[in-house]
């Protein structure tokens, strides 16, 4: 039977040409920016959103360039605060669809405790935090994710400070969608933002991203064909924590941590699961990344349901409103202690 889609319906099938603006991209030619930007673009249209419902807010570095490069709604804020206003925005108006760009630097240094709250409340926003381990945009001194002893205009004689783990941030202030991707894995990483912008909460996705000017390399033995294998393995639900050029190595838990075996395949494999793995196993997973002669996890660390914030502000108001009425703003500034001043 044929049916007459509506004008409606037509709108709505949007393309990645839909999403994009008529601003020229400034990002230094090879920027792992480009691989982040493209697949949102791609993505944008199987979320099945309008685009007329679509935010993107920005902090201060590189990667916060980004809102002017969608042909969306968006605000490019100060430092480290995108956060902050992003929770604006959905609270003053939860139909939006909302995603935070921000950076290891924006994020995590003057941005940290924004960062923290927003995952804490569950606000029901999308989190991409290009990781570079390098302040780019300040034209390179080390960031909160350098590794230590990093030799860098800001640290000549090497940086003192053990990085912080974004995925284990994350996961300790509670948001309950955690992931990791790459930017030079685009398959993985338009899969991993598209599931991450379905889940109803905070979602954080930790991408890691080469600064060819400043850190070029930073993350090569992960995204390198010859090498990635045996240095990542891929957290994909109930499935085995396998990994290795030939699948012939895996994850096995004593109860305490992990250890790299060789894989057996008459033993009961240790399978992953993103809905109620135990607190322990996932900071143990999350803390993989900072281990030597580990691979290194990408995918979804946890993805679990809970009630946002933004809902519950939602029932809070209507359910005042129902029992003490709509309220009147002007009644409200003139009770209490005031006074007139002829």
């Known amino acids: 039977m044929n049916t007459i889609e509506t004008l409606e319906q037509k709108e709505k099938k949007y393309t990645k ?48 360039r980004f809102p002017y490069y969608m042909d969306t709604y968006g605000l490019h804020g100060i430092h480290g605060r995108a956060p902050a206003l992003a929770s604006g925005i959905k609270l003053a108006n939860p139909d939006l669809t909302v995603f935070v ?22 606000i029901d ?42 995925v284990k941030m994350a996961l300790a202030a509670g948001a309950t ?8 894995d685009p398959k993985h990483l338009e899969a991993t933002l598209l599931e991450a912008a379905r889940h109803k909460g905070t979602s954080f996705v930790e991408i890691y991203q080469n600064c060819n000017i400043f850190n070029d390399g930073a993350f090569e033995k992960y995204t390198n064909i010859k090498t990635r294998f045996d240095n990542v393995v891929y957290l994909k639900n109930e499935q085995e924590y396998r990994f290795g050029r030939e699948n012939d190595k895996h994850l096995f838990w004593d109860g305490h941590r992990f250890r790299v075996e060789e894989w057996k395949a008459t033993e009961k494999p240790l399978t992953h699961t993103t ?20 691979p290194v996890p990408v995918g979804v660390f946890r993805k679990r349901q ?17 029992s003490k009425g709509q309220g009147d703003l002007q009644k409200l500034l003139e009770s209490g202690n005031t006074w007139h001043v002829d």
């Open 306 to 322: 809970a009630e946002t914030y933004d809902a519950l502000l939602t029932k809070q108001i209507e359910e005042v409103k129902k």
């Open 275 to 294: 809905d109620n793995l135990p607190a322990s196993m996932e900071f143990a997973l999350a803390e993989l990344s900072e281990l030597e002669d580990f």
């Open 125 to 166: 926003v999308t989190v991409l935090l290009f990781n570079n381990r390098i302040y780019g945009l300040t034209k390179g001194q080390y960031s909160p994710t350098s590794e230590r002893g990093k030799i860098t205009k800001s640290s000549p004689y090497g940086s003192l400070e053990e990085p912080f783990n974004p």
């Open 17 to 64: 040409e839909d999403f994009t603006s008529d601003q020229e991209v400034r990002w230094c030619p090879g920027c792992g920016d480009y691989s982040i930007l493209a697949q949102m673009r791609r993505l944008l249209p199987d979320l099945g959103v309008k685009k007329e419902n679509v935010v993107f807010v920005s902090g201060i570095g590189c990667s916060s």
């Open 101 to 122: 760009i921000t950076g290891d630097g924006d994020a995590l240094s003057i941005g940290g405790n924004h960062f923290i709250h927003l995952c804490r409340r569950n």
């Open 177 to 184: 969608f955690v992931a990791r991707s790459m930017d030079r």
